[in-house]
């Protein structure tokens, strides 16, 4: 069956040929009006763009490559679908890789991830430290790191969140309801952002005159962590409040304490990190730190398309920190009034 051409697609949209290919390969950008024009001409004749000749006409491999500790994680996975749809914009198709927090398979994946040649990466570290696979991609091919990185060592382009300001805005919010006894469920104290966070929350407490939190390590997998938390309830002193620092810890910290029968809001306090959904459509609803996950992705992939536009493929990198915000909802009990 013949396939149907680029010059059918701009007779049917009433367009030139040029509009048709800026819409696919998004090099020069087109109005809203015409590229619908051009996706309902080219569904009508099921026109697909060829790519690979595309490709070799521009000497540019327009395929952006994405790597995550784990793409489960609702975070990374969130992360990845606005990084889909900027691409999907731009004409880039993206390859998207776990490395399951291991390193070994983070070297195997970037290598996988590499044999595309990709025109860049976007990529969130497994681990505190940068591999030397990571580190390789230096010289040959422009890199975005987000999250798990410390960004006054990095030799590449970073968008975070100001994690030590975040952690502080948690714990302070909990110190201001009157908790003196707070538990902080973290994942690994090795992630830079953790330990800022961490580090954040030592910080409010201090600015109160309040002992330190204790701090607990759960790792990165729910079931796991929800069993350490619920031994460590069941042999210390109950806590008036828990600060979970990821959206995994969260869910860990809730299986723990609906296994122990304590309830939020009322036994105990809960702040979360990360904000979703599900936390407001709770019986009583989580109060959360809110990562801008939708500006991380926006401010990686603008730093991204600067870098592949430029000769300079990491020169001189730059670190690009955003902020978190407090969302106030109904599981931290004010101890002050209760007294």
Request: aromatic content about 4%; proline content about 4%.
């Amino acid at each position: 069956m013949r396939k149907p051409s680029i010059r059918e697609v701009a007779k049917l949209a009433d367009v030139s040929t040029a509009t048709v290919s800026n819409v696919f390969s998004g090099k020069k950008p087109v109005n809203d009006e015409l590229k619908e024009r051009v996706r309902l001409a080219a569904n009508q004749l099921g026109y697909q763009m060829d790519r690979a000749a595309s490709q070799l006409r521009s000497q540019r491999n327009k395929v952006v490559t994405v790597l995550v500790p784990n793409i489960t994680d609702t975070f990374f996975a969130t992360i990845v679908s606005h990084l889909e749809n900027l691409a999907f914009e731009h004409g880039y198709d993206v390859i998207v890789a776990s490395s399951h927090d291991r390193d070994d398979v983070e070297t195997s994946r970037i290598k996988a991830l590499m044999s595309w040649r990709p025109a860049g990466m976007i990529a969130i570290p497994c681990s505190g430290q940068l591999s030397e696979s990571l580190l390789s991609l230096t010289s040959h091919c422009p890199t975005v790191l987000i999250d798990r990185v410390s960004v006054h060592s990095a030799p590449f382009d970073t968008v975070t969140i100001d994690n030590r300001a975040a952690g502080d805005l948690a714990c302070q919010h909990l110190a201001n309801a009157g908790h003196e006894n707070i538990l902080i469920a973290a994942s690994n104290l090795s992630f830079p952002p953790i330990r800022e966070r961490v580090e954040g929350a030592f910080l409010a407490m201090e600015k109160s005159q309040l002992a330190k939190p204790n701090v607990i390590e759960l790792g990165s997998d729910l079931e796991e962590g929800a069993v350490k938390i619920t031994n460590w309830l069941e042999r210390n002193p109950k806590p008036t409040a828990i600060l979970a620092l990821t959206n995994v810890t969260t869910l860990s910290t809730l299986t723990a304490l609906a296994e122990c029968n304590i309830k939020v809001g009322q036994d105990i306090s809960l702040v979360a990190f990360d904000d979703y959904a599900w936390m407001s459509a709770r019986s009583t609803s989580l109060t959360a730190i809110r990562q801008p996950v939708a500006e991380v992705a926006q401010n990686a992939w603008s730093r991204l398309l600067e870098r592949i536009d430029s000769e300079r493929i990491n020169v001189d990198p730059k670190a690009t920190i955003l902020e978190a915000t407090l969302i106030q909802r109904h599981s931290v009990k004010n101890m002050s009034v209760e007294n």
